[in-house]
């Protein structure tokens, strides 16, 4: 499963546009594809028909809730084609989050449970780099940087790479950066200078399909469609199947890391490994270490956990019926929430322990 984010600081990109319409041309070849919505302006959502005012459970409650779930927030647009949509309530996430711990890895510790038959997940982010564009990226391995004709915009991608370069440096994710240009008019001198310059800066992940201007993007928006249920416009669904081909024939350096588990699991927690849960924590200094919780009655002696010496991390497999699951560790005699799991809930001392949704 590959997870790309589109992004840009600038409004009037054509972001959301490219997010719906390359979820769209997955679909057309054939791929599972889901789109997050993750803009308090909810286009991409009403751009494909699902009105926030018609849906029970948003983007907002997925990040809010630990026990709201990707599979319930999700709404079935046609075939292989899903969305979890968003609506303006979630603008108030990043104060409601504010000063919670592992608030940049809510998204990612979400998608970590994603069914595991999805190809594509689509992420349109809001037009700021904010909390929830930080979710969107520290959940992605890939970024597409829709680029629309403007000086303001060819400024701008040179501080958003600055931006994801620092971002690598900070967390140690590394994330593939595509350049699209969007919204061309090929006829115009301004445009294919505004098309020179961005070669010359930055070819190196420049991509090689464009997408022209063209109104009816606009009007397939309106009516809540993407391109390909429109007609007379095969020229631009080509486009994008064009572009949904280059991805798919590209390999993001990112997925090609080494000890890729230990990464997803320091991300996001524990997770369904095929002897079955995996739990992990970082403790190289520690002497001892225990799991313990409710499926096993909170007992201090709880499960030791075995060390890997070259790594620090200690382990340990649990066989868990699926249901809700809470759980501390023990380390050298204190109890600790997991620190790499953003899921957790008050208990009867108003300490929080750690929750797990098998």
């Known amino acids: 499963m590959r997870i790309i984010s589109i992004i840009n600081q600038k409004g009037g990109c054509g972001k959301t546009t490219v997010a719906i319409n390359l979820a769209a041309a997955f679909r057309e070849l054939g791929l599972k594809t889901l789109l997050i919505d993750l803009d308090p302006q909810a286009h991409a959502s009403l751009g494909l028909g699902v009105s926030p005012e018609e849906v029970e459970t948003t983007m907002y409650d997925l990040l809010k809730d630990p026990r709201v779930d990707v599979p319930d927030a999700l709404r079935l647009v046609e075939e292989n084609l899903y969305i979890i949509p968003s609506s303006p309530v979630l603008s108030a996430i990043e104060q409601e989050l504010s000063g919670k711990a592992g608030r940049e890895g809510r998204l990612l510790s979400k998608l970590a449970r994603i069914?595991?038959?999805?190809?594509?997940?689509?992420?349109?982010?809001?037009?700021?780099?904010?909390?929830?564009?930080?979710?969107?990226?520290?959940?992605?391995?890939?970024?597409?940087?829709?680029?629309?004709?403007?000086?303001?915009?060819?400024?701008?991608?040179?501080?958003?790479?600055?931006?994801?370069?620092?971002?690598?440096?900070?967390?140690r994710h590394t994330i593939a950066?595509?350049?699209?240009?969007?919204?061309?008019?090929?006829?115009?001198?301004?445009?294919?200078?505004?098309?020179?310059?961005?070669?010359?800066?930055?070819?190196?992940?420049?991509?090689?399909?464009?997408?022209?201007?063209?109104?009816?993007?606009?009007?397939?928006?309106s009516l809540g469609l993407s391109i390909f249920r429109m007609k007379h416009v095969e020229q631009f669904q080509e486009e994008f199947m064009t572009l949904a081909r280059e991805i798919e024939a590209g390999v993001p350096a990112s997925l090609a890391v080494e000890s890729i588990d230990d990464w997803m699991v320091r991300l996001h927690g524990p997770r369904r490994i095929e002897e079955g849960i995996l739990f992990i924590l970082n403790a190289p200094n520690a002497q001892n270490v225990y799991l313990t919780g409710e499926f096993t009655n909170w007992s201090r002696e709880g499960i030791r956990m075995e060390k890997d010496e070259k790594t620090g991390f200690w382990k340990t497999v649990l066989h868990l019926e699926p249901g809700?699951?809470?759980?501390?560790?023990?380390?050298?005699?204190v109890w600790i929430k997991d620190p790499n799991n953003t899921d957790s809930v008050l208990n009867e001392f108003g300490q929080e322990n750690s929750l797990l949704i098998v």
């Open 115 to 171: 069914p595991a038959d999805f190809s594509y997940v689509i992420i349109d982010s809001p037009p700021s780099i904010g909390l929830l564009t930080f979710n969107a990226l520290m959940a992605s391995g890939e970024v597409i940087i829709p680029v629309d004709p403007s000086r303001f915009s060819i400024q701008g991608l040179e501080k958003l790479r600055e931006t994801l370069e620092l971002l690598e440096r900070e967390t």
């Open 177 to 221: 950066v595509h350049v699209l240009l969007n919204n061309i008019e090929r006829r115009t001198a301004f445009s294919r200078a505004i098309v020179d310059e961005a070669e010359r800066s930055h070819g190196g992940v420049l991509m090689k399909s464009i997408i022209c201007h063209s109104v009816r993007y606009k009007e397939a928006s």
């Open 324 to 333: 809700e699951y809470e759980y501390r560790f023990i380390v050298d005699g």
